[in-house]
């Protein structure tokens, strides 16, 4: 039986021409399986993400690359739009990493003679060095969204990733310390959002796992970090926090060491993984007043895909907390790691499910 309660608020709207959102919209949380044409893919499951750049992924060469890579951005839409998934990104097709197209596009960061530092979940990362004052050059994702906005009628979103995730994914040498890094590596990010709503985003995501790595850093500087990103937002906003991709970070811990904190942040909506740490759902309930993008999707087996009854279960137990009208779902992060027809089933099934609740409703 559902039970559902709270206030209702609307929820994004589409952008003008594109499908309006239906009830429990299902969405993207970023990325997608890029084809075995086009990158290195056991390369790339052999190695954490790439903080610097990590061009020897790529098997197209250079002057071909950005063909190939709108052809297979090309492809995932499809793939999203049969799939039936209603608020869809580009898949993050063109990117090594979820971050490091952004961060490393900016001024002050020195990618060609790296650091290595602590990783999040042990062992050690190659990062960029800071060495100068943090600046947005130029647009860096806005010809990514200007493609995505030409390809569908759908809803669109489009992720850059967060300051505080920013401030600890790099060497700082030139800051006195991590919260003024971060600070200015917001208001790059901040820029960045402006020009993206300005080309046609719906919503614009910024992502932070690493708040959850560095709950205590996070507590002294990541809410003013991430509200100067998202200032003056003249669309939909979202921040994804989730404990680090399913191929990397095999255990989980059963609640979310800093969450609570994030109904203070500027951004309309959270998207948060529920699967794969078999999240109770009255861990929502301090957050119920934001629209919450609920991961309902395991990502750690390559090869198990949920049936729609499943995910309709994991959506009825959060409507226990949340309003249907403030609750979309998605997958668990991480999706680029998995086989490319499993990545798409699971999708199907998310579609799937969130039909059997809207009808039940």
């Known amino acids: 039986m559902l039970v559902v309660r709270g206030v209702s608020q609307p929820g994004p709207r589409a952008s003008e021409g594109a499908r309006p959102l239906p009830l429990l919209a299902t969405t993207l949380i970023g ?25 020897e992924l790529w098997r197209i060469p250079e002057p071909l690359l950005g063909q190939a890579q709108d052809d297979a951005t090309a492809l995932a839409i499809r793939d999203f739009e049969r799939a039936g998934i209603d ?22 960061i020195d990618i060609e003679h790296p650091a290595v530092v ?21 647009p860096v994702e806005v010809d990514d969204l200007r493609f995505l906005r030409t390809q569908t009628d759908r809803a669109i979103k489009i992720t850059l990733p967060g300051p505080f995730t920013m401030s600890q994914q790099a060497y700082n040498e030139a800051y006195p310390d991590l919260p003024s890094l971060a ?4 208001a790059a990010v901040n820029e960045e ?14 992502d932070e796992p690493w708040l959850q790595a560095r709950a205590e850093q996070a507590r ?32 989980r811990p059963p609640g979310y060491p800093f ?59 959060a409507l226990e907390v949340v309003p249907a009208e403030r609750l979309q779902v998605g ?31």
């Not at 600070?183 to 917001?186: F, R």
Request: with cysteine; net charge neutral.
């Open 31 to 55: 990325s997608y399986p890029q084809p075995d044409w086009l990158i290195d893919r056991q390369r790339l499951r052999s190695s954490l993400p790439a903080r610097v750049r990590a061009r």
């Open 87 to 108: 608020i869809i990104t580009d898949g993050e097709i063109r990117r090594e990493s979820y971050s490091n197209r952004f961060a490393t596009a900016l001024e002050g």
């Open 118 to 138: 602590p990783g999040r979940v042990g062992g050690t990362n190659t990062v960029p060095r800071v060495v100068g004052r943090v600046r947005r050059l130029r």
């Open 183 to 186: 600070m200015d590596l917001a």
């Open 193 to 206: 959002l402006h020009d993206l709503f300005a080309a046609g985003a719906d919503v614009v995501q910024i």
């Open 220 to 251: 002294e500087y990541a809410l003013p970090a991430i509200n100067r990103a998202l200032k003056d937002a003249p669309g939909t906003t979202a921040l994804h926090t989730c404990f680090g991709y399913a191929h990397v970070v095999h255990e």
């Open 259 to 317: 969450l609570g904190e994030l109904t203070d942040c500027a951004a309309d909506q959270l998207a948060i993984e529920a699967a794969q740490p078999r999240l109770d759902s009255a861990v929502l309930t301090p957050i119920a007043d934001k629209t919450i993008i609920l991961g309902v999707l395991d990502l750690s087996d390559d090869a198990a895909v949920e049936t729609p009854e499943q995910v309709a279960e994991w959506i009825e137990r």
């Open 331 to 361: 997958p668990d992060c991480g999706m680029k790691y998995l086989a490319r027809d499993t990545a798409y089933a699971k999708l199907r099934a998310l579609a799937d499910g969130a039909a059997l609740v809207r009808a039940r409703l």
